[in-house]
């Protein structure tokens, strides 16, 4: 055993600084670039949240225009990578895919392993124009449904619920999908973005950063919370002609029997934030329109029952993963899908974060405290 003092989960440990955002818990809030994220959730396109994570700068009209252009130009499904995913089990998880498939474009790009910052915006670029077929793609072949091609008439937001659905869905849809795109996009040093750092530190290249940033976010500690709140609704059970008050109630009791068997629930609590998530409210106020869209006052019913019956237990609150899940689920997305669309996103903010480690690197290498057997002899013979 050792003395030394062990920061286990590296909780509270301050290991580098960034420009890229700042989350504070005291005031509750999250910056990009020194803008609020509810600011920047309130119109702007995806497009120009994703040029503000990457340069630093929101775009002029000229240069969002450029990069739409650029984003509408390298959106269809790679052949390549289409050929890859068919080889995949329908039944395996889908972040598998999307892990495979950022290699397949890694192992595919003529600047593979070329990180000069140039390269390296060009790759974060078509990575995130690439992205969206692979989820709609996904969705479409385990349904027995073909690839639909994108629409070069739709922004990032509209054209990726187009190729998933094969249909052009109403605009508050569309703009409840890009509030959670733009709120998915980038939160400092959460384990998905340090794992890519990780691995930019050894100067391994971009597309292998991501890969494993994925592998980091698939777990339901992290991004896998989005799926694991819809799978409480669907344990609970959805009853669409239900009041919303009985909804609540029977939520209520679900959560109080899940925390009495001390199980953790997902879609609650955070390592930073101990007094609400600063993108709850403005994911919960889409997920309030959806319920409108859709009529479907029962899901909120279930949401506010496991949120009360938290609160009241343990004072937990819900994290962005709690509001998303339901929200996904409105649109049509299947379940499995949600935390993939979480990737999509959050490629912004981890090709910027890969950017500023290389540009200031240090191998990320942290010591540890060994306790395992004394030294000691083979055995004789
Ligand atoms: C986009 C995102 O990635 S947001 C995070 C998504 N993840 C989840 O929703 C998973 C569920 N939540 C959790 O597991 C945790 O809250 C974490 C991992 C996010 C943060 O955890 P930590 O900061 O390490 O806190 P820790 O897990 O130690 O929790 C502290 C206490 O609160 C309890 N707690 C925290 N979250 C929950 C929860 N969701 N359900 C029940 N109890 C919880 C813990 O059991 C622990 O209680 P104890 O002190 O009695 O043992
Ligand atoms: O910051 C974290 O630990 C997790 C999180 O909310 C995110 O990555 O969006």
């Known amino acids: 055993m050792t003395d030394t003092e062990i920061k286990k989960g590296l909780a509270g440990v301050v290991v580098d600084t960034t420009a890229i955002s700042k989350v504070n818990p005291e005031t509750n809030s999250l910056l990009y670039r020194g803008y609020p994220v509810q600011d920047l959730a309130a119109s702007l396109p995806f497009e120009a949240v994703a040029l503000l994570l990457w340069t630093g700068e929101l775009p002029t009209d000229a240069e969002l225009a450029e990069f739409q252009q650029f984003e509408r130009a390298h959106r269809a499904l790679d052949p390549k990578v289409k050929q890859a995913i068919d080889l995949l089990p329908t039944d395996c998880h889908p972040m598998d895919v999307g892990r495979t498939a950022v290699s397949v474009l890694g192992a595919n790009h003529p600047k593979a392993e070329d990180s000069s910052p140039?390269?390296?915006?060009?790759?974060?670029?078509?990575?995130?124009?690439?992205?969206?077929?692979?989820?709609?793609?996904?969705?479409?072949?385990?349904?027995?449904?073909?690839?639909?091609?994108?629409?070069?008439?739709?922004?990032?937001?509209?054209?990726?619920l187009w190729m998933t659905f094969g249909e052009e869905q109403p605009e508050?849809?569309?703009?409840?999908?890009?509030?959670?795109?733009?709120?998915?996009?980038?939160?400092?040093?959460?384990?998905?973005?340090?794992?890519?750092?990780?691995?930019?530190?050894?100067?391994?290249?971009?597309?292998?950063?991501?890969?494993?940033?994925?592998?980091?976010?698939?777990?339901?500690?992290?991004?896998?919370?989005?799926?694991?709140?819809?799978?409480?609704?669907?344990?609970?059970?959805?009853?669409?002609?239900?009041?919303?008050?009985?909804?609540?109630?029977?939520?209520?009791?679900?959560?109080?029997?899940?925390?009495?068997?001390?199980?953790?629930?997902?879609?609650?609590?955070?390592?930073?934030?101990?007094?609400?998530?600063?993108?709850?409210?403005?994911?919960?106020?889409?997920?309030?329109?959806?319920?409108?869209h859709y009529g479907r006052h029962e899901l909120l019913g279930l949401y506010d029952g496991l949120e009360q019956a938290m609160d009241e237990a343990k004072q937990i609150k819900p994290n962005l993963d709690y509001p998303a899940g339901p929200t996904y689920h409105l649109m049509g997305f299947d379940t499995e899908m949600f935390t993939p669309i979480f990737i999509a996103s959050r490629i912004t903010g981890w090709t910027a974060h890969i950017m500023e480690q290389r540009a200031a690197n240090a191998l990320i290498r942290p010591l540890s405290a060994y306790d395992g057997p004394d030294q000691r002899e083979l055995p004789a013979g």
């Open 172 to 292: 508050e849809v569309v703009d409840a999908f890009r509030v959670s795109m733009v709120l998915y996009a980038e939160h400092s040093f959460n384990a998905s973005t340090f794992t890519a750092r990780v691995i930019t530190s050894t100067l391994s290249d971009l597309h292998s950063a991501v890969t494993g940033a994925i592998g980091a976010l698939k777990g339901p500690l992290h991004g896998g919370a989005n799926e694991a709140v819809m799978h409480t609704f669907d344990e609970i059970g959805i009853r669409k002609e239900e009041s919303r008050e009985d909804a609540a109630a029977r939520s209520k009791a679900w959560m109080e029997d899940a925390l009495a068997q001390k199980k953790k629930v997902m879609g609650f609590g955070h390592r930073v934030y101990k007094n609400g998530d600063s993108r709850v409210p403005t994911m919960k106020a889409a997920l309030d329109r959806m319920i409108e």
């Open 118 to 160: 140039e390269a390296e915006l060009e790759k974060a670029k078509a990575l995130f124009a690439a992205f969206p077929a692979v989820v709609a793609y996904d969705q479409r072949r385990r349904r027995g449904q073909d690839v639909v091609e994108p629409n070069a008439d739709l922004d990032y937001s509209a054209n990726f």
